[in-house]
């Protein structure tokens, strides 16, 4: 086995994508979401190298009980990916605190939450790893995209912090930074189209390599980032984005 990995936010989309790859690369695998129905059902399809447990990581007792669960079922942590996350889009001026607040829990605080429980181990570890999920909004944005913009700058901000803090005991952070990637989000939004064939073309035809990125694209990078080969990385963001942030509109 390469080692134990925590991935929240698990139960579709990126999040499946990355447990499906870790499994497949040797690692046991502790899926962790709120939707219990579709984050059991993909661990039962794991099998015996991958776990479920149904959490709210903006708590601090159920990202702490998330921990434990790994370490208790497959006897330590090495890798956590925090992939939890949510698109939310307000108006900076008639958002609420309630608002903001339910934006930061899950996109900042979680991540947060999950590090703090999970680092004793991943230092205990000798070489754990830590892989954020970000997004290209954490660096450039469009309008629109307030306040997920802004958490997802947290996130890598934190990801930077961590990398120069836990790096002296053995521990890398990291994060990737994903551009469109072919989840249902996308899919529910084609479907809102009059024309989903020529709006998906439009947005193909906007990234540098023509297309957009599939799950399993940002998940080969997270697992790259999870095992031994990226020893020497550390603090860093990867865009994983098909060139969509290498480019700029002029009108």
Known sequence: ???????????RGIGAAVAERLVADGFRVLLVDIDEAGGSALADRLGSAAGFLAADVTLATDAERAVGAAVDRFGRLD????NAGRNSYFDAVTMTEADWDSVFDVDLKAA?????AA???????GAGSVVNVSSIHGRLTTAGMFP??????????????LAVDYGPRGVRVNAVAPGWTRTGLVDEWLARQSDPAAAMARVDAAHPLGYIAEPADVASVIAFLARAESRAVTGAVYAVDCGLSATFSVG
Not at 79 to 82: C, G, P
């Open 119 to 125: 680092l004793p181990h991943l230092i205990e570890s």
């Open 112 to 116: 947060w939450l999950l590090c703090r």
């Open 1 to 11: 086995m390469t080692g134990v990995a925590l991935v929240t936010g698990a139960s």
């Open 148 to 161: 997920y913009a802004a958490a997802k700058s947290a996130i890598e901000g934190l990801t930077r912090s």
């Open 79 to 82: 890798v956590l990916v925090n």
